[in-house]
């Protein structure tokens, strides 16, 4: 915990023209933000201790405990001092704002025998294979009970980037076709990538292929991992795949994806292109050897998808939302957002998941700094909202909900700050995790994700590090493996180009258990990075300009 420090206002000034933010004292020649002080390790205990007890239950999303969270921390919003802006929810009064954004989800289970991949080939050799739900494919969100066929077209990685010059769509029809493409995208190892060196862009993401090949009238998609890649696919290689293909899961209940969408095996994809006499490695290779799609359709090849539930049931849950208004009567109509997640996953075969890391910790981070800001001697320019996002677990269903009906529009969103699992140390998960920590110190590390598309935060992160003391780590914005950028509530939001900084100290062996417990937590590091957090979003809803977002990625430094 660092103590007071005192920069000459001038320094501040290097920092802001530096990064091109017109610069704005945070306080009178200090770098600390109004309020931080009440941003302590003590209070953050006190708040864990409930949200992570097992009187909540693991606070699952749509049960009781979720329920329960969701209730405290709008109280505990209400008792700040923040403004309710959601709609009239659970009130004797229909026209009083909450603190509330329901939405309702879908708890649904696929039906393995309502649901199918079956691939057919005419002319010589003629073909039909059927593929079975968990052992060879996993179908998604769920987007309606159907049935839908058609030729087969291979869209390489499924990717039109007008930025970089690449489409894989150029000269394809694929409307009214099930539309195989790899995971992923080209060049992503190199460093010399037009795509912004070792990274992933928004493009290789499912939600980005998907409504790509959505808006071209595709019947369905098939993502395949890369054949030759250099890095291992997390779906492909994870040990849950079956379980979680065949099991209870959620989804929105609204969506805007309307096509059915299947994650399949390697072997399967394989097999797909091989009954075109299509080999999959090779086109890989050629794609990135001559840095242009192969895009083909798959002649005398055909797909029938079936999706459909073994069970369903429609419920509602909730984000909790509370404003802090602006005090710039030009600006407060920009938001700063500020979040976190409190649903966890339950009960587990008995056992209680606590979640008081993920996402515990980065929740009560949130209570405390709005109370801070409410607190503070003035206001920031802009307005705060601050946000706890429900169902993150089901993936990511809170925060995609919100940005399908945003409180106030995205373009004058100025940036979101989402603190998830920031009160550990990054700790490796199995043997070759062990081999990439070797040497590694991370008990004073935070990584911070999301600089890559808006780089000029980088500096501003430093500077205001100062007496925090804090290492600050930037390489997981160049993670191609775990995609951690993608599986916390700030994407749905980089999505759409709001510049996104998510703050987390790293996944360790009690990740998703029911050892995630309070104690485990280290409260005085997680201070430092709530003030870290703290001071950025005054930094940010402070200053003349907004920061940027670009589409291509510019990655940190090795």
């Known amino acids: 915990m660092g103590g007071r420090l005192v920069v000459a206002y001038v320094a501040g000034v290097g920092l802001w023209t530096a990064i091109g933010l017109t610069p704005r004292p945070l306080v009178a020649a200090e770098v600390k933000a109004p309020g931080e002080h009440r941003v302590t390790a003590e209070g953050l205990r006190r708040q864990l201790a409930f949200l992570a ?17 969701a209730r405290f921390l709008a109280m505990q919003f209400a008792e700040a001092g923040l403004a309710p802006v959601g709609p009239a929810y659970l009130s004797f009064d229909a026209a009083a704002p909450s603190y509330y954004q329901p939405f309702k989800v879908l708890r649904h289970k ?11 080939r005419k002319g010589p050799g003629e073909s039909v294979r059927t593929y079975v739900l968990g052992t060879d494919f996993d179908p998604g969100s769920f987007v309606g009970n159907l049935e839908v066929s058609g030729p087969l077209a291979f869209a390489g990685y499924g990717i039109t980037a007008p930025e970089v010059g690449y489409d894989d769509y150029a000269g394809l ?15 992503e190892t190199r460093e010399d990538s037009r795509w912004g060196g070792a990274v992933q862009t928004r493009h290789a993401t499912f939600e980005f292929k998907a409504r790509s090949a959505q808006r071209r009238g595709a019947a369905a998609l098939l993502v395949m991992p890369e054949p030759e890649a250099s890095h291992r696919s997390f779906w492909d290689t994870w040990d849950g795949w079956e379980e979680y293909a065949t099991g209870p899961r959620q989804s929105l209940d609204e969506e805007d994806l309307r096509i059915p969408v299947l994650y399949v095996r390697e072997r399967v994809g394989r097999d797909i292109l091989a009954a075109a006499g299509r080999d999959a490695a090779q086109l890989e290779r050629d794609i990135e050897s001559g840095g242009q799609p192969r895009s083909q359709a798959l002649v005398d090849v055909a797909a029938k998808v079936q999706v459909g539930l073994a069970e369903g049931r429609v419920t509602t849950t909730e984000n909790v939302v509370g404003l802090v208004e602006g005090s710039d009567p030009a600006l407060k109509d920009e938001w700063v957002i500020v979040s976190a997640h409190h649903d966890h996953n339950g009960v587990r075969e008995g056992l209680v998941m606590p979640g008081a890391d993920d996402d515990g910790s980065g929740t009560v981070c949130v209570l405390e700094m709005a109370r801070a800001l409410v607190a503070a001697e003035r206001r920031p320019r802009r307005s705060v909202l601050f946000a706890s996002w429900g169902a993150e677990e089901k993936g990511l269903l809170g925060s995609r909900y919100y940005t399908l009906h945003p409180l106030a529009p995205l373009k004058r969103t100025a940036a979101i700050l989402q603190l998830d699992m920031i009160g550990r140390d990054e700790a490796p998960l199995n043997a070759e995790d062990r081999r990439r920590f070797a040497g590694r110190d991370t008990r004073n590390t935070v990584n911070l994700l999301g600089t890559a598309y808006s780089p000029e935060l980088r500096p501003l992160l430093g500077r205001l590090n100062a007496g ?16 951690l950028f993608t599986r916390s509530d700030q994407w749905p939001f980089a999505q759409q180009e709001v510049p996104s900084l998510f703050f987390t100290t790293g996944l360790h062996p009690e990740y998703h258990t029911p050892a995630d417990t309070p104690e485990k937590i280290r409260y005085e590091k997680m201070e430092r990075i709530a003030r870290l957090a703290y001071r950025a979003l005054w930094a940010i809803a402070d200053a003349d300009r907004r920061p940027t977002f670009q589409p291509i990625p510019v990655p940190p430094p090795r």
Do not use: C, W
Not at 53 to 69: D, F, H, I, Q
């Open 53 to 69: 007890s097992p009187e909540l239950e693991g606070r699952e999303a749509t049960e009781r405990g979720g329920r329960a969270a």
């Open 110 to 120: 696929f039906s393995a025998d309502k649901t199918s991949l079956r691939v057919s």
């Open 173 to 187: 029809d694929v409307n009214g076709k099930v539309v195989l493409v790899f995971d992923h995208e080209p060049e």
């Open 468 to 483: 925090l003391d804090l290492d600050l780590e930037y390489k997981l914005d160049r993670d191609i493996e775990q995609m």
